[in-house]
């Protein structure tokens, strides 16, 4: 498959609390789009994006996956995330390889705890969003009240662009404020008609809404407006873009993932709202570092730039190896070459090159700036590292991912396994950077460090599914220590006198707790040189080894 333009592609994470219809939606968007020919669903297991067992097992997304589809003449790449509180460090790290960003709020339970804080991550790289108010099929789905919530969790203006049609069973269909046309669905089948007469007031108040915020963006626009002139339809979609992209407000559109509702409608908002990745440097240019003198350098995302990649994923294939999934900023990332990863220094060598649908790897012989692509068996790439041109190296800034916050003891099932353990532990760390794995000193155990207990359950599923691997899991030993809670003062007394020269030593010591947390630190108190100097370094040391032990 070839190549498309920087200006028509789209690269878009789809985010929110987990079951708010992320999967269901990426899946709607592949079918209407001509991408896969059988709509699936979380239910039955079978949706493009939730392919991994333990995703299937659990319905739940645990590690993102990567699909496209063609939409209008427009590449739209889409990240299916996973919205779970122990696995949104791997969204955080998706986040910083798109343009823009769908967030989905449900029409039932409105913003959650983790929606926010996805948002916030993707406040952090600037990326312009879109919400999709999503299962306004149910009951109790309320728009004004989603709309309401909106804007109080993410302190921006909400902008309807749409307006719903009924609700809870009756919802069918929406109003398009921009074309002031309403759109009906039948067993999945839109057409369009007039705008429903109940809902003739509110629908006018909206789009009323609408054209002054687009107004109110410039001044010429303003006037004509205040003259009482309308707004033409083309000066409507420039101000929602411009507005959009400039975060000025944020687009808010509505439907169901599952009855795909309004789905279509929303691939048409992500090309008019988001930005195409030649757009985007207006927002975040492409900046990074020459490894050799530290210096700043810029790329533009145009073919004709040397080549530079980011790998925003890695998944451990226990059949194809590596595979490490990047985003090509500028240049053409082609197959059968060599580059070199500039963060390491390692020159590698690219064999075939390949585009994700789900599972499913689509073969490329190039790809280009701003698109997504995967390739397998680098030697020495992993998740935050940058591929370069090998004459003319970048380096772009890894994204820092958070500590571990617990951890569990892990053991073989089988005696003897420990080896294999730790060597196919190593692999999946390669594809999770959340993951810690050592070994305690003193327990002589293994530890497994993770963001939760159901993150080291499905690290742990994952290790016996790819490489055969049985482990068990259990809270790990405490080594019981003492610590001083006040101060303290001590004497030491040394005295040999039995042949030879006498040797005497008369040592002080007082010691006092730090704040909780702040290590070690040693005082010498000896004044005037009262203590020959070389015999201050061995009380240190002495001191150091009883901490140890506790
Ligand atoms: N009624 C209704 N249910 C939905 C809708 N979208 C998703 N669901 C259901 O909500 C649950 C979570 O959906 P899923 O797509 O896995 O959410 P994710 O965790 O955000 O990926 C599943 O049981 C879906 O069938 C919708 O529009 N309407
Ligand atoms: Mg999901």
Redesign the pocket.
């Known amino acids: 498959m070839a190549a498309t333009e920087v200006d028509k592609i789209r690269n878009v994470a789809?985010i929110?609390?987990?079951?708010?219809?992320?999967?269901?939606?990426?899946?709607a968007m592949l079918f209407d789009s001509g991408s896969i020919d059988r709509l699936g669903?979380?239910?039955d297991g079978t949706?493009t994006t939730?392919y991994e067992l333990e995703d299937i097992t659990r319905?739940?997304?645990t590690s993102s996956s990567i699909a496209f589809c063609n939409w209008n003449g427009h590449r739209i790449n889409l990240i299916?995330t996973?919205?779970?509180i122990n696995f949104l460090e791997d969204t955080r790290g998706c986040l910083r390889a798109v343009d823009g960003a769908i967030v989905?709020v449900s029409a039932i339970s409105g913003v959650k705890a983790e929606t926010q804080k996805i948002w916030k991550y993707a406040s952090e790289f600037e990326i312009p969003r879109v919400v999709f108010i999503?299962?306004?099929?149910?009951d109790t789905a309320n728009f004004s009240r989603a709309l309401g919530e909106i804007e109080k969790a993410f302190e921006t203006e909400a902008l309807p662009l749409q307006v719903p049609i009924g609700s809870g069973d009756s919802f069918t269909g929406i109003v398009d404020l921009i074309k002031m046309k309403a759109v009906k669905f039948n067993n999945g089948k839109a057409e369009e008609s007039d705008i429903p007469a109940e809902i003739l007031p509110e629908v006018e108040e909206y789009r009323k809404n609408l054209v002054e915020k687009i107004a109110e963006s410039d001044d010429a626009l303003l006037e004509k407006y205040l003259e009482g002139g309308m707004l033409s339809d083309d000066e409507v979609i420039k101000g929602v873009r411009e507005g959009s992209l400039t975060k000025r407000f944020i687009p808010v559109t509505c439907?169901?993932?599952?009855?795909n509702?309004a789905v279509s409608e929303l691939l048409d908002t992500a090309l008019l709202c988001l930005p195409s990745p030649a757009e985007m440097v207006r927002i975040s240019p492409i900046r990074g570092k020459n490894p050799k003198d530290g210096k700043e350098i810029e790329r533009k995302p145009l073919k004709t730039e040397p080549l530079s990649a980011y790998v925003f994923k890695t998944i451990a294939d226990p059949y194809a190896g590596r595979l490490s999934i990047f985003r090509v900023y500028s240049g053409i990332f082609r197959a059968d070459s060599n580059i070199l990863n500039a963060t390491t220094g390692a020159k590698e060598r690219i064999g075939q090159v390949f585009y994700l649908m789900g599972k499913k790897q689509v073969s490329a012989q190039t790809i280009g700036p701003g698109e997504i692509g995967v390739v397998a068996k680098l030697k020495e790439t992993y998740t935050g590292d940058t591929l370069s041109d090998e004459s003319r190296p970048i380096v772009f800034e890894k994204v820092k991912f958070t500590d571990p916050i617990i951890s569990y003891a892990i053991a073989p099932k089988s005696k003897g396994d420990e080896d294999k353990v730790s060597t196919s532990l190593h692999r999946i760390l390669e594809e999770d950077p959340t993951l810690r794995f050592q070994r305690d000193e003193e327990t002589k155990e293994m530890l497994l460090s993770g963001m939760g207990q159901v993150h080291l359950e499905v690290t742990l599923e994952r290790l016996k599914r790819k490489f055969g691997v049985e482990v068990v899991m259990k809270t790990p030993k405490v080594p019981y220590k003492e610590t001083i809670k006040v101060l303290t003062k001590a004497q030491g007394r040394y005295k040999k006198q039995s042949g030879g020269r006498g040797q005497y030593g008369d040592c002080y010591i007082e010691i006092e707790p730090l704040p909780r947390g702040g290590g070690y630190e040693f005082a010498d108190k000896i004044v005037g040189g009262a203590i020959p100097r070389q015999y201050i370094p061995a009380v240190e040391k002495g001191i150091i080894e009883t901490m140890h032990e506790g």
């Open positions: 789809v929110a609390h987990g079951g708010a219809g992320k999967t269901s939606l990426v899946e669903n979380v239910e949706t939730d319905k739940i997304t299916d996973p919205g779970f989905i999503n299962k306004m099929d149910k439907g169901s993932a599952i009855r509702i």
